[in-house]
Every structure is written in C-alpha cells, then in structure tokens.
C-alpha cells in the first residue's frame, strides 16, 4: 500500500511564501504523475499542479507563476512552493500519485489558511 504525507501547510499571510511536502513509501519511478489538489469546504477537489515521470510540469491556469511543483526522486518527495499567496488559496491542499492502470493514491491532506 503506498501512503503519501503531506507536510508544510499552515497559517501565512496574504503575500506569504510556503512550500508543501509530500513523501512517498513507494519509489517515484513507479508512478506516472505527481500532483496537488486543493479542497475548501462545499467545493469538489481541484486541480493544482502536476508533474509527470520525465519532469514535465502543468498547472491550473489561474496558478501560472505564483506555485511551482517539483520533486526530488533520490527523496521520492514532491514539492509545491507557493508564493504571493492570496485569502483564496486557502484550503486543504492534497497529494495525489498516479500509476498506470488506473491506479491513484491520495495523501491525508494539509491545510493552509492565508489570512492577516
């Protein structure tokens, strides 16, 4: 069973930095694509960003150039740095992994709240 753990959230202000962790039990190299959704209450899942197998990076439009996924596979960990963070980028941020046959795997959420 692969378990994925999300670290890094918390409270920020608004035009604050933080950077999400999320580390894997399993080799990165068994799964396909890397990514981060986001959840706030009454809302579905969205879509973050996101990170493929030979390092090619796709974010949600109105996310360009304020976060930036990464992952370090000698860590099997996957990095979300967000940056010029705003009140509405408050939610419970998740990991996902993605293996090919249909198979994904979430992690147990992080919250980050941006508030003064």
């Known amino acids: 069973q692969v378990q994925l753990v999300e670290s890094g959230g918390g409270l920020v202000q608004p035009g604050g930095s933080l950077r999400l962790s999320c580390a894997s039990s399993?080799?990165?190299?068994?799964?396909?694509?890397m990514n981060w959704y986001r959840q706030t209450p009454g809302k579905q899942r969205e879509l973050v960003a996101g990170i493929t197998a030979i390092d090619t990076t796709y974010y949600q439009d109105s996310l360009k150039g304020r976060f930036t996924i990464s992952k370090d596979n000698t860590k099997n960990t996957v990095y979300l740095e967000m940056n010029s963070l705003k009140t509405e980028d408050t939610a419970a941020y998740y990991c996902n992994a993605v293996r090919s046959g249909g198979f994904s795997f979430w992690g147990q959420g992080t919250q980050v709240t941006v508030s003064s």
């Open positions: 399993a080799n990165f190299e068994s799964f396909d694509t």
